[in-house]
């Protein structure tokens, strides 16, 4: 049997690279199914879409850092305050602006539907890489 091609590995960080490539795909796409289709939580997936996308993105801030840095507790602490501001400010807008609380929840599933279909997408692109 043929070794897998280590560009298909999703322990590399370009797995982490390319599913935040496809959460840049997918957020617009469902946020344009929200206005057309789904009117009043259109606003709730756009927000949700977004702060998928900025806690993802605060998450591979850290895990860069701890590879160039190796002070664990330093980045934990930061990403433990990152998130909480992202947090807060979610509540923020779900209360203060009235944001759709499913339609946010719909936008913010981008993340894990993004981290499933690329880890699909390189199982597929893997098994087709292997030369038995």
Same mark, same amino acid.
């Given at each position: 049997?043929?070794?897998?091609?280590?560009?298909?590995?999703?322990?590399?960080?370009?797995?982490?690279?390319d599913?935040?490539?496809?959460?840049?795909?997918?957020?617009?796409?469902?946020?344009?199914?929200?206005?057309?289709?789904?009117?009043?939580?259109?606003? !709730?997936?756009?927000? !949700?879409?977004?702060?998928?996308?900025i806690?993802?993105?605060?998450?591979?801030?850290?895990?860069?850092?701890?590879?160039?840095?190796?002070?664990?507790?330093?980045?934990?602490?930061?990403?433990?305050?990152?998130?909480?501001?992202?947090?807060?400010?979610?509540?923020?807008?779900?209360?203060?602006f009235?944001?759709?609380?499913? !339609?946010?929840?719909?936008?913010?599933?981008?993340?894990?539907?993004?981290?499933?279909?690329?880890?699909?997408?390189?199982?597929?692109?893997?098994?087709?890489?292997?030369?038995?």
């Open positions: 049997m043929g070794e897998v091609p280590d560009r298909w590995d999703p322990s590399l960080p370009l797995f982490v690279v599913v935040q490539r496809l959460m840049v795909i997918i957020w617009p796409v469902v946020s344009l199914v929200g206005v057309i289709f789904f009117r009043p939580q259109a606003l !709730g997936i756009l927000m !949700g879409g977004l702060i998928a996308v806690l993802f993105a605060s998450a591979m801030r850290a895990g860069k850092v701890l590879i160039e840095n190796s002070n664990y507790n330093s980045v934990m602490f930061r990403l433990i305050g990152s998130q909480f501001i992202i947090w807060v400010g979610m509540a923020f807008l779900l209360v203060r009235k944001i759709d609380g499913p !339609g946010f929840v719909i936008g913010v599933s981008i993340l894990p539907v993004a981290i499933l279909m690329t880890l699909t997408w390189y199982l597929i692109k893997g098994a087709s890489g292997r030369s038995e």
